[in-house]
């Protein structure tokens, strides 16, 4: 249909190329590229598929692999420096070092692990999977925050749909895995080290900071990018229970991955038909009778001007006189104005309480199944379908939260209060052991888990604007390995050696060296999951004292400015100056970017 109308019609092959150039310079293409990155970047994800390897070939223990994962977790959260190059650089180098990092970091691991290399030493390993690990920050800032900009009265629709892709990457790069090379796990590291980084180079030009524009049916355009990769997580969840019921044959695996590349490529349709639009909408305002006015290009007066004055280089040069000085919320804060800021520590410890319980029982998932007597099989299929539930969080509340704050006036910080009191109920449904209730609390713990991200992002930007979004995002994110650090590693593990070592001397027997220790019962995870409920309850109120303090600014048109802005770049477009205003908005557009880099230099701080 969309050829046909292209082909049947009197544009030459001038207009068509005209009209695929625009298409590729679009922000809809972008959004489309950027769907396509990030659904292979969940590494991070993956290692308990490969986990097994490592240990056997290098002759790890479990404490060895432990260490080796809190690196990865380290690794895969905090993104601080992929944040400061994100505010000097263009988002292309972002991409480009987050995929050199990629590739070397689990390149080498997977030469270690097949023999190829002598064994690594430990720390080797760690620093390997650690800066594999972080380059998925660097992939996420150049993506995430490059459309966060482009679509920023749109931004909870935009981080719920990319970081929903996120959460589903892992079931995505499983599939394509099992197509690739069977069932040879080695393997799998290779495909890691070679496939984000193919993908983010294609689309590297892709990537850029483009001129806003508001469409009346923005919305709805994203609600049609929802529904395509709801389809692909359904289909997914399809293909996750029947691998755990029936016996895949690699050309069974090979369809499955076909279907899951059709649904992932789906969206450039949405694309394509929407460019469609805009094109159809352009020929018509060049085609209009211009009704021309004569107005002179420097109508406005020199003096009004803005010239760099040695008061206004000295006023950004006192970044540390203005600390404790910050605009007003919605308004572009410092980096340090934002990081020293009352509101951000109330959510930065929102977060910390908040995905580092959610993070610390998906972690230990596993041996809490097997603590509480349930099935091999079924502990195997709710923890694959936990990347569902955390997909399904993240665009649940990316896009709810979305359409409530612009229709009700629903503040963001409120959803994210009301999420952390519902993961208390996972917590206790795991303390408690109740009978078969670890399905419904392994939904309940991915689901908060991945609704938490994009309310957190969110915040951020409503909060302290957009100039210094890529640090201040990674700032959020490092509460996750401090918050999994304290309550896995320091409150669940340590609990749980506790009581086993317990029973076993109940049993009259003594760990000898070396030995794994093994819980079983209620008892094991019981007294952890109450404290980690408490943690979140403490979390929950601490929001809530973030939801007191923003109730007037949420209660106001939070977006104004960029409204003012679209409507006016749209004005300019539909103005009797067609040929001449947009060829100049679109170079100015172009390098808006590097034009303003000395200035972000400048004032970053």
């Avoid at 001129?211 to 919305?219: D, F, S």
């Avoid at 770049?569 to 808006?592: E, L, M």
């Amino acid at each position: 249909m969309v050829a046909a109308e292209f082909t049947s019609g009197d544009i030459g092959s001038k207009e068509m190329r005209s009209f695929w150039l625009q298409v590729l310079h679009g922000r809809w293409f972008m959004v489309f590229a950027s769907m396509l990155i990030l659904s292979v970047s969940g590494a991070t994800y993956m290692f308990g598929l490969y986990s097994t390897d490592v240990k056997t070939s290098l002759g790890y223990d479990q404490t060895t692999l432990n260490l080796l994962s809190f690196f990865k977790d380290v690794g895969g959260n905090v993104g601080i420096i992929a944040g400061l190059v994100n505010e000097v650089t263009a988002p292309w180098v972002v991409l480009v070092i987050g995929s050199v990092m990629n590739f070397f970091g689990y390149f080498m691991i997977w030469l270690a692990i097949t023999g190829r290399t002598s064994k690594p030493r430990v720390w080797q390993m760690c620093l390997y999977i650690c800066m594999g690990a972080n380059s998925q920050t660097f992939s996420n800032t150049g993506v995430v925050v490059s459309c966060v900009k482009n679509f920023p009265s749109s931004r909870g629709s935009v981080l719920g749909l990319l970081k929903g892709l996120v959460g589903l990457s892992g079931a995505i790069m499983t599939q394509l895995y099992h197509a690739f090379y069977g069932d040879n796990s080695k393997a799998l590291v290779l495909l890691i080290a070679w496939l984000p980084v193919a993908v983010s180079i294609v689309f590297l030009p892709i990537i850029r900071l483009m001129k806003i524009v508001r469409q009346p049916n923005e919305l709805r355009i994203f609600y049609n990018l929802l529904y395509i990769t709801l389809g692909l997580a359904g289909f997914l969840m399809a293909l996750i229970i029947m691998m755990h019921k029936l016996s895949f044959s690699r050309i069974c695996y090979i369809g499955s991955a076909s279907v899951v590349l059709i649904l992932l490529f789906l969206p450039i349709v949405v694309v394509i038909i929407e460019e469609i639009k805009l094109w159809r909408t352009k020929i018509k305002v060049v085609d209009e009778p211009i009704q021309l006015k004569v107005v002179a290009e420097n109508s406005a007066p020199a003096e009004s001007v803005p010239t760099a004055t040695p008061q206004t280089q000295q006023k950004h040069n006192s970044c540390f006189q203005t600390v404790f000085k910050p605009p007003v919320r919605g308004e572009d804060y410092t980096i340090l104005q934002a990081l020293f800021s009352i509101d951000m520590l109330i959510l930065f410890i929102a977060a910390i309480c908040g995905i580092g319980s959610t993070l610390t029982a998906i972690d230990n998932l596993g041996q809490i199944g097997d603590s509480l007597g349930y099935p091999t099989d079924s502990i195997s299929t709710f923890i694959s379908l936990v990347s569902i539930w955390n997909y399904l969080g993240r665009v649940a509340s990316g896009f709810s939260s979305e359409v409530l704050l612009k229709k009700y006036k629903f503040p963001r910080p409120l959803m994210l209060t009301l999420v952390l009191l519902l993961s208390c109920v996972g917590h206790l449904l795991i303390a408690y052991g109740v009978p078969n209730s670890l399905y419904v609390s392994s939904v309940i713990i991915g689901f908060c888990f991945g609704a938490q991200w994009p309310l957190i992002f969110a915040i951020i930007s409503e909060l302290f604007g957009l100039k210094y979004y890529a640090t201040l995002i990674n700032f959020g994110g490092a509460a996750s390995p401090i918050g999994a650090y304290i309550l896995n590693v320091k409150v669940a593990g340590n609990l749980y050696d506790a009581e086993a070592l317990k029973q076993l001397k109940a049993l009259g027997k003594t760990r000898g060296a070396g030995q794994d220790l093994t819980c079983v019962g209620v008892e094991c995870y019981k007294l952890a999951f109450i404290i980690i409920a408490a943690v979140t309850l403490f979390g929950t109120l601490v929001s809530f004292i973030l939801v007191i303090r923003t109730r007037k600014f949420y209660q106001s048109d939070i977006y104004k400015k960029f409204t003012e802005e679209a409507e006016a770049a749209k004005a300019d477009f539909a103005g009797g100056g067609v040929v001449g205003a947009d060829t100049s908005s679109s170079s100015k557009a172009a390098q808006g970017p590097e034009a303003d880099l000395d200035s972000k230099k400048i004032g970053l701080f």
